[in-house]
Structure formats: structure tokens, C-alpha cells
């Protein structure tokens, strides 16, 4: 007989057991760690467990655009509010369509959950509209003054810039300011002194001229009476004063200036949101200070280059523009020159949530809808708390009749299944909570379904490597040789039953959406647990048990005995001397003197 070959593993090698232990051990306490240091040391809770707020939104139907509301647009809009709530850091917000004209979001309790509600509110689309004239949020009288405050300023990027204050001004000389704006946009007829304007607003008055008046100086003096009596203070009137109004015309808005509101007439809007290309708030290491800074589109360069120019040769406050997001102003900066390049940023007063949340509503604000809020609904977690109770109820009498029937039927081999179950355990949850933290995912009921369905995967994958073990123990070989013989046999079946699992789980992670999705991810990832756990833990174990004398030795609670299986003799080679002779047994080669 040959002699094997020096150099070359024979079959039944023992390998390095001990090596992959220590990596999977490193990997454990390494995740462990990793969750104790980032703070997150339990999974984030989806909606239906952690309970949160559910908001319909109902798209509007806008005059000349009866065939706005579309499918096209539908997805467009929903794509937009998804990522202007995940700019916000909120874990697994989900934006779905419901029919032709609805939008549900439900947005999980968290941290950020009150900015992305207001943030989802406002869909409307988003205008740049210069300031003609401003003054606080309550009604003008000739009594009181409208006081001003430190606006924010826009810059080139890199320029230095710096809040512009607002004068302050009487209401008869900020109602002159106002028509001399207005005569701007109008044809170039004299805008009205205060007392003309007067006499236009009050016709029933015999002093009213006997010609009809101007219809600039008319819609100038309408739009000042509107602008005196308006009270933003008044949440009835701030919702009216944003209702059907045109990009072109000019236009009264309210907004917040610090604490109190403000009240603004804008002009026709100039640049709007779908000609910002990309904007972020962020920290300037120079001034350290927090600023926005905003990328426009080449067309919207060219518009905001063209406006900005026209503005800095104006005083304040008609040296401002006022970014308009669903008819509210959420900033009003001023510009101290023309902003040419595409690149441009806003400084001024901003502390980190402001700059960041006008930063995400500049970036994700411009949609192809305007939408109205038809029910707001918060969520308990009580109903998502019993039937996550009832679940893991299930799961328990799964995995212990798992258990039971490991015991009975492996008896020693079924601690190995066991402890390989809860590393399995332990890596799963480690995962998701660190994947909680990093990208953001939360844990629903169907991630606990997927979860608990994995448990029979991994099961599944010991069962067949014992098997194999027992079927070389049936063959006549001992415990050592059996365990390195099956390991080929069993890996291929192992591989192959755990990438079609991981197949399904990817296409039902692709096609689907909403919770679905959770239970498709948490399948993939158990899945791949399987692969990790069954080749860098079970497999070693196994080896290193092979070489105790109570699983070598086939003690009958081993789960391995040899009379149990029903074992075969060893093999032995035999011949026959002559015809009808009868057959000897040789178990050596026969030498050749001998005979």
C-alpha cells in the first residue's frame, strides 16, 4: 500500500479549533462593548411597539392645476417628506401612500419627533420673496410703533456677514415706505402718499375723488389697509392670509422673530425651493457660529444672483428677502451684495436645531403638492406592547419544545445546540442595537416574527451537522475522523439551505415596504448569524469535544453511542484461495517466501 504523501492534510483533520473561538469570542465582547459605549444597550422600538404619532395628509387641488394630483407626484412628494424626517434623525418614519390623494406618516416617539411633525405639516412649496415692508404680529394702530429687531443676513460663501437691524419706524411713515415698495412691482405710475392712500381706502367718504382711482395705487392701498389691521398673533388669520396666493403676486405672510410673530408684505416670489440644489446647517470653525448654507441649481443661481443684486442697492428692510415655506416665513435675511457662483449662506442668530431644521426644510422643501393635514392620531404602545408580549410568549414555548426535543432525541449533543443558540442570541441582539444607533433601525413586530422564525434556521443547521455525525459513526468510524469527515457534507447542505433563506429574505426586503421590510431584514440578518455561528462556534466545539473521552468513548447520554445507532463492525478485506474453496480471511499482504 502507499503511504499518504508528506505535506498534505489526510482526511479527518483537526484544524485550529481553538482560533476560531477566540475570533468569535473578540467579536462578542467587541459588540458588547461597542452598545455599553454608544449608549444604546437595548434596540430601538418601532411605532406599533413604542407608540408615536400618525398623521394623514391629504393633497390639495390648486387652481389651473386640476391634474396635478397624480401618481407621479404622489411618489415625488412622498420621497420628499420621507427624507425631510429622516434628515431629522428619526428612526423608521414611514411615509406610504393611501389611495389617489393621501400621504400617512407615522413617526415613532422619540427625540426629534416634534420637529418632524411640524416639519411634515409644512408641504407647501417653498418661495423667495423680497421684504417690501414688515412689523411686528399684532394690528398697527397710529398708537403703537412696530419695533424691529436684528435680522439674519445672507452671504456669498466665505463672506463675512452680519445682522442688519430693522429700524423702527411710526405706522404712517412705514405705511409711505410700504406704497413707495410697491410701486416696484406695479406699473410706474406715483405710488399714493399716506393721506391718498387714506381717501382710497375709505370711498364712502364725500372728501373720496369722483374718478375711479388707479388700480395700482388701488391694490397698493388694499394690500397697506390689509397689512395695518392683520394680526399674526391670531391663528384663524395667520391660516387665512396664506390661502391662494399666486408666485406672482405680491402678498402678505406671518412668521416667528425669536418668540413673538411677525408680519411681512413680500413681493413676487423670485427663486423657489426646486431651484436649491442641496443646503445644511453647519458650524463656521472661523466665527464660531452655526450658519445654513445653500447650493442652487444653475438656473436658480442665475435668479438669485439677479435678485440679490437688486436688493443690496435698497435700505432695510427692503434689502431682505424672506424664505416662504407653506405661506409662513421661516427667515428673512438681509443681503449686503449680489450673491453670484450658485453658493450662498445664511448667518445670524441661529442656534443648532434652527440651523439644522431651516437647513432640512430648504433642502427637502420644495414639492410638487401643497397638502393639508386631515387627522393627527397618536399611537399608543399598549396594543403593540401585548401583542409583542404575546410573541415573545410564543417564541418561548417554541424554543422550548426545541429544546425538549433536542434532549430527547441528541441528549449530550444537545448542550452544544444550545449554547450555540445563545451566542446566536447574543450577536443578534448586540447587532440590533448598535444598528438602532448607526442607521437607524427599529424593532417592529414583524422583526420579532423574523427573529423568532430564525430560531428554527439555526436549529436546523445543527441538526444537520449531527446527523452526518451519526451517519459516519453508523459507517464504523470513531468519534474524531467523524466530526472532520461529515464537516464537508454537512457545510455544502448548510450553505446552500441558508442562501436560499437569505435569497428570499432580499427579495422580500426589495418589493416590499413599510414593516414588511423589518421582518425581511431581520430574516437576513439572522440567516447570516447562522453561517457565522455554525462555522467559527459549532464546528470548533465539536472538535474539541470529540477528544473527551465521554463523547470518544460513545457514552450512551452522549447522544454518540455506537450500539445505539446501530454501528457496523469495522470492514476487513477478504479473498478466495481456489474455486469452491472457502474463504480466508487475510488481514496482511502475504509474503511471497512464506509461500
Known amino acids: 500500500m502507499a503511504a499518504p504523501k508528506k505535506g498534505r492534510r489526510p482526511t479527518g483533520a483537526q484544524g485550529r479549533p481553538g482560533r476560531a473561538l477566540a475570533i468569535i469570542l ?64 428619526v428612526s423608521e418614519a414611514e411615509v406610504q401612500k393611501q389611495g389617489k390623494d393621501h400621504i400617512i406618516v407615522n413617526i415613532p416617539k422619540g427625540t426629534n419627533e416634534q420637529q418632524a411633525r411640524d416639519q411634515v405639516g409644512t408641504t407647501a412649496q417653498l418661495y423667495f420673496r423680497p421684504v417690501l415692508a414688515m412689523a411686528d404680529g399684532a394690528p398697527v394702530t397710529p398708537e403703537a410703533n412696530a419695533s424691529g429687531s436684528p435680522s439674519p443676513s445672507a452671504s456669498g460663501s466665505g463672506a463675512p456677514s452680519a445682522g442688519a437691524p430693522t429700524p423702527s419706524s411710526s405706522a404712517t411713515s412705514q405705511g409711505r415706505a410700504l406704497s413707495e415698495a410697491l410701486k416696484a412691482p406695479s406699473a410706474p405710475s406715483p405710488s399714493p402718499s399716506a393721506s391718498e392712500s387714506k381717501k382710497a381706502d375709505d370711498k364712502a367718504t364725500p372728501s373720496a375723488p369722483a374718478s375711479a382711482p388707479n388700480p395700482d395705487e388701488a391694490a397698493a392701498a388694499d394690500l397697506q389697509a390689509k397689512f395695518a389691521a392683520l394680526d399674526c398673533t391670531n391663528e384663524a388669520q395667520r391660516a387665512a392670509v ?91 435675511p438681509s443681503v449686503s451684495q449680489a450673491l453670484t457662483g450658485g453658493n450662498a449662506e445664511i448667518s445670524g442668530g441661529f442656534t443648532q436645531q434652527s440651523a439644522m431644521d431651516l437647513g432640512n426644510m430648504l433642502s427637502y422643501g420644495a414639492l410638487p403638492l401643497s397638502f393639508q393635514e386631515d387627522s393627527v392620531t397618536t399611537v399608543s404602545a399598549a396594543l403593540g406592547g401585548e401583542q409583542l408580549k404575546a410573541g415573545l410568549i410564543a417564541g418561548a414555548i417554541g424554543l422550548a419544545l426545541v429544546v425538549i426535543y433536542l434532549l430527547a432525541y441528541y441528549r449530550g449533543l444537545a448542550f452544544v445546540a444550545i449554547i450555540s443558540l445563545i451566542v446566536s442570541g447574543i450577536l443578534t441582539y448586540t447587532i440590533m442595537a448598535l444598528l438602532g444607533k448607526g442607521i437607524g433601525f427599529a424593532l417592529n413586530l414583524p422583526a420579532v416574527c423574523g427573529a423568532i422564525v430564525a430560531i ?14 451519526r451517519d459516519e459513526i453508523r459507517e464504523g468510524r470513531t468519534l474524531r475522523p467523524a466530526v472532520e469527515r461529515a464537516w464537508p457534507r454537512a457545510r455544502r447542505t448548510i450553505l446552500v439551505s441558508d442562501f436560499v433563506s437569505f435569497l428570499a429574505a432580499a427579495v422580500l426586503f426589495i418589493v416590499t415596504v413599510g414593516k414588511v421590510q423589518g421582518f425581511a431584514f431581520t430574516l437576513g440578518l439572522t440567516t447570516l448569524l447562522d453561517v457565522v455561528v455554525v462555522f467559527l462556534f459549532t464546528k470548533p466545539v465539536m472538535t474539541l469535544l470529540a477528544r473527551t473521552n465521554f463523547f470518544a468513548s460513545g457514552h450512551p447520554w452522549s447522544g454518540l453511542d455506537p450500539k445505539r445507532l446501530g454501528a457496523k463492525p469495522p470492514l476487513r478485506r477478504s479473498r478466495r484461495t481456489g474455486s469452491g474453496a472457502a474463504a480466508a480471511t487475510v488481514s496482511a499482504p502475504v509474503d511471497a517466501k512464506e509461500a
Open 456 to 469: 428554527g434556521i439555526t436549529a436546523d443547521s445543527f441538526i444537520v451537522y449531527f446527523e452526518r455525525i
Open 242 to 332: 396664506a390661502k391662494n396666493v399666486k408666485p406672482e403676486d405680491p402678498t402678505l405672510a406671518c412668521g416667528k422673530r425669536g418668540e413673538a410673530w411677525g408680519k411681512w408684505v413680500l413681493g413676487p416670489a423670485q427663486v423657489n425651493g426646486q431651484d436649491v440644489k442641496d443646503a445644511k446647517g453647519q458650524i463656521d470653525p472661523q466665527r464660531g457660529m452655526w450658519i445654513v448654507t445653500m447650493q442652487f441649481t444653475d438656473k436658480g443661481a442665475d435668479k438669485f444672483a439677479k435678485i440679490t443684486g437688486e436688493l443690496a442697492a435698497k435700505q432695510a428692510p427692503q434689502n431682505q428677502f424672506a424664505i416662504v415655506l407653506d405661506g409662513e416665513v421661516i427667515s428673512d
Open 26 to 89: 473578540i467579536a462578542m465582547v467587541a459588540l458588547t462593548a461597542g452598545m455599553f459605549l454608544t449608549g444604546q444597550t437595548t434596540p430601538r422600538l418601532g411605532i406599533d411597539l413604542a407608540g408615536g404619532t400618525s398623521i394623514t395628509l391629504k393633497a390639495k387641488s390648486e387652481p389651473g392645476k386640476p391634474d396635478a394630483i397624480n401618481e407621479t407626484n404622489m411618489n415625488t412628494a412622498i420621497g420628499i417628506i420621507e427624507r425631510r424626517v429622516n434628515g431629522l434623525g
